[in-house]
């Protein structure tokens, strides 16, 4: 099955229709595949993943997500997560703001009090769990911010650049459990980088030019 089927979508801001930051763009990702779109400054990167799960929608073309058109559905399917974590929390604590996700679920407390421990646990990071977030690191955010999305169970994983501030050691670590739960569970993942690690991590590497996007 193709988690993302995007067919000839353009895409301009509504302050700037003029210019088209996506252009007749069409790209498809299979389920359960490990993908990474890189491509300079400003080419339309993070406006491409806003489309993935429906926070936009283009004016041309089609965006099919597990082969679901509807916005609200595609934001269950699709868990985006930004570069700059701040713009995500939700809640005071570690622990609270990782179970937002769940909690939208209507899931019961247990359930959510599992999934939580367990992405907490699966990022390393189970020791953060009742600090406040205003205290953390800018790695130990994106971590929590993973962590977030991960509790959600998603069958599709958007990270925009949303590694950027991890040191080496804990980057590798985060690549490779991404890459376990692609392999082991299906999950999609698409990593939006300039980062030569998570390209090379990759199994398919597409290249954002001109307001389209071909493989590498
Ligand atoms: N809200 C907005 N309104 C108007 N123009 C915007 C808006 N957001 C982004 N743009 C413009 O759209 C283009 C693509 O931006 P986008 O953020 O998608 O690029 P990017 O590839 O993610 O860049 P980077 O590598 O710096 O993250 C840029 O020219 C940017 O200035
Ligand atoms: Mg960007």
Redesign the pocket.
């Known amino acids: 099955m193709k988690a993302f089927e995007i067919k000839n979508i353009s895409y301009s ?4 229709p003029q ?1 088209k ?1 996506l252009d007749k763009l069409s790209v498809d990702i299979n389920e359960g595949s490990f993908v990474c779109i890189t ?12 489309l993935l799960n429906g926070l936009l929608k283009a004016q041309e073309g089609t965006v099919s997500v597990f082969g679901c058109t509807d916005e609200r559905e595609m934001k269950k399917l699709v868990q985006l997560v930004f ?1 700059d974590p701040d713009n995500s929390f939700i809640s005071e604590t570690v622990e609270r703001d990782v179970a937002f996700g769940p909690e939208n679920l209507c899931l019961e407390q247990k359930e959510i009090r599992e999934r939580v421990d367990l992405a907490l646990k699966t990022l390393g990071i189970e020791g953060l769990s009742k600090r406040r977030i205003t205290t953390l690191s800018g790695g130990q955010k994106q971590l929590v911010s993973l962590a977030g999305a991960l509790a959600v169970r998603p069958k599709a994983l958007v990270l ?2 949303a590694l950027s501030m991890l040191d080496e050691k804990t980057h590798e670590r985060v690549l490779s459990v991404l890459n376990k739960l692609c392999k082991e569970e299906g999950l999609t993942v698409v990593l ?1 980088t ?1 980062r030569a690690s998570e390209i090379k991590t990759a199994g398919e590497v597409y290249l ?1 030019k001109e307001g389209k996007c071909s493989k590498m």
Do not use: R
Not at 13 to 16: E, F, G, L, M, R
């Open positions: 801001y509504p302050s700037y210019k930051i491509g300079s400054v400003g080419c339309g990167k993070s406006t491409l993943s806003l570069q925009d650049e939006i300039h954002m």
